[in-house]
């Protein structure tokens, strides 16, 4: 039976430090954090998603500005929002939240985003400095830079000797994590959707992690005996059981056969997603103290 990781504890210790951070900075330098996260569109997850992530700001005691586009926002438009954040000397992290609308391209707009105010850390700048091994100047993407402190909890600083597994190779998730667990000495395998025999590949995993985006695609019998699996998918599936219409959240991984075989594992919701929203209030009080030239804190 494996121990099941809680991320609305990790990410609540998270939290109280990025709260006393922001205090401190505000006491020492009379600076308040800002985060600015825009949205286009009526998406009704990505409005949920927005929504805690505004409130959790708040909480933190930052200022916190949400910018709700209309669906028909133009390129142009949304560039010109983004080059006014950018200019904002009160806004330290800005978050587009993807994906955009079919017409628009993410590319450019995540491009244009000053590097040291792309809290997402998906600039090539900061994709870069990761990819080269520097974790300490950029920027990281919230959700590996979560789902590794949560490795870490499990297997410690160091990972030298043990064999990481991840599957999907997006640059929004696969890739830095991958690079992360690269950092931490881990023996890394990136698995995709060309990879032969998923199954036997995740078979010699000490560390699972899946952000496939495939409901509970990764059984138990893919899961090394005493595995650390960490579970990013978040999919919203029907569920009857529920009641006629009603849905509920599950991963990537099917927690009932994988939490048998695994020595840790994180259930969705409430493991790698918790901690996705403290990490982007990590970030932005980074980026809040490299701004005013302090030495920021560590996560
Ligand atoms: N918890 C959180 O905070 C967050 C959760 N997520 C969730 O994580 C999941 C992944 O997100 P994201 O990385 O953005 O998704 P993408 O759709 O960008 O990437 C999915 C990856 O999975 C791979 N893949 C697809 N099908 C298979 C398959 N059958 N076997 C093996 N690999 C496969 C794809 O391979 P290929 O490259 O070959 O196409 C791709 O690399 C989603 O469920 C998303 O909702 C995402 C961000 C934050
Ligand atoms: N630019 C950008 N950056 C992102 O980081 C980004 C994005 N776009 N688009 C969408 C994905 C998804 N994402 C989640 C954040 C929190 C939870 C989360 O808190 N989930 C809760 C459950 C929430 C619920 O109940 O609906 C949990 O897992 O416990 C989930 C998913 C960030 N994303």
Known sequence: ??????????????????????????AEAGVVTGLAVVIVGTDPASQAYVGSKSKMA????????????????TQQELLALVAQLNADTSIHGIL??????KHLDSEPVIQSILPEKDVDGLHV?????????DIDTGLISCTPAGALILVRNVRGEDLSGLSAVVIGRSNLFGKPMGQLLLSRNATVTMAHSRTKDLAKVCAGADILVAAVGRPEMVKGDW??????VIDVGINRVAAPEKGEGKHKLVGDCDFASCEPVA?????????????????????????????????????
């Not at 494996?2 to 900075?25: D, H, P, R, Y």
């Not at 587009?96 to 609308?101: A, G, M, R, S, T």
């Open 223 to 228: 899961v090394k005996p005493g595995a650390t």
């Open 96 to 101: 587009v939240q993807l994906p955009l609308p």
């Open 1 to 26: 039976m494996a121990s099941v990781i809680n991320g609305t504890e990790a990410a609540a210790a998270v939290i109280e430090k990025v709260k006393s951070s922001a205090q401190a900075l505000e």
């Open 263 to 299: 020595g840790a594992i994180t259930p969705v919701p409430k493991g790698v997603g918790p901690m996705t929203i403290a990490m982007l209030m990590a970030n932005t009080v980074i980026a809040a103290y490299r701004k005013a030239g302090k030495t920021a804190p560590k996560f």
């Open 58 to 73: 708040k909480d933190c005691g930052f200022k916190s500005v949400q910018h709700s586009l209309p669906e028909e926002t």
């Open 125 to 133: 700048v900061n994709a870069g400095k990761l990819a080269t091994g």
